[in-house]
């Protein structure tokens, strides 16, 4: 427990802190119980979160009492926004989002042993407290000149749009669930990202303020790139931990493209690799860049993470067979789907030449050309070197009922699917 914080420190997860000396203290002298809240906003958690969840992970593991909170109530209000009011949704899909977000959180904690994981919901408290009640107990806490003060509130204020009473409260309701877990389980300490600091010290102040306890309040940095833009897939696109939103071939694929600037802080903060593994990793990206050894090593710690190391394993099978090192027959249709889903398509008919179908997607120019590469022995169907100009596309080369590979030379990969529109375009990896 002593290192803990100057190990979170190490990885990049500690932005900033209440009394940092006294936190340092308390996590000393522990353990203390710590929690941190998800809302239901969407029907899956993303990178974001998954900082979260790793900084919780370390704080067990070094014999702390993890709280993972759900928002059922908080969800229903949402947290203020800097470009607008949010849409309500209805209480049946919120609660739906709890239920998938709770079973995501649980393959991060360990629900056994002697520092279990709790989870809870806010919903079991809020939900029964009257109007009186919170104005009484909770709203004389309050002072708007702190809650006017806060950045999201205050942008939103100087607004066309304004914001509404309701998610002007959300820092309350958040204020309170620090206080009710406190009461509850003693709870001492709330994580989050720093875009809710805000939100963390309502939560301190309250429990100050109406028991007269001192609670701490610890805070992770924005990931961003080393060149500054956005962490995710696309700008402002995120990466979502659930398989039904984010295949886990397409999550393996975001973290093993990681640039050479990026790669050794975010082993850091997303894995829990030893100082040790990461300074070797960090030299062999210096010394064998093109090996792309840290890149591979992060990709499969992750995704076995969130997905399990079969799911990491078929990704990895994937990423290999698509450029002839392993088997595609191998692959089951739902990795195949998402293996091919980011490169330009054709289609075709059983029958087909193998000539034609290669100058439909682009990557010779006509059906001579493609003759002529066939001829060369620079043309394969699924991997296997298409020896004849006049060869056809059979049923057997069909996989998963749908899809042939089509690769020309060793890195440029398309896709043939069946029945579709014929199409053009090839992707190079």
Known sequence: MSNVLDELQWRGLVSQTTDVEALRAALEN???????GFDPTAPSLHHGHLVQLVLLRHLQLAGHHPIALVGGATGLIGDPRMSGERVLNDRETVAGWVERLQTQISRFLSFEGENPARMVNNLDWHAGLSALDFLRDVGKHYRLGTMLAKETVARRLASDEGISFTEFSYQILQGMDFLELNRRYGCTLQTGGNDQWGNLLSGVELVRKADQ?????????LITKADGTKFGKSEGGAVWLAPDMMSP???????????DADVVGWLRTFTFRTREEIAELEAAVAERPAAREAQKALAADVTTMVHGERATQQAIAASQ???????????DPETLAAATEGLPRTGFAVGDPVADVLAATGVVKGKSAARRAIAEGGVYVN???VSGEDAVLSAHDVLAERYVLLRRGKRTVTVAVLGDEPGQGAARA
Do not use: M
């Open 30 to 36: 522990g353990p203390i119980t710590y929690y941190c």
């Open 213 to 221: 306890k001192s609670v701490h309040a610890l805070t992770t940095p």
């Open 249 to 259: 071939y397409a999550f393996y694929q975001f973290w093993v493209n990681a640039d």
């Open 321 to 331: 067979a698509l450029f002839g090192r392993g088997e595609l027959a191998d692959l």
């Open 383 to 385: 991997n296997v070197k």
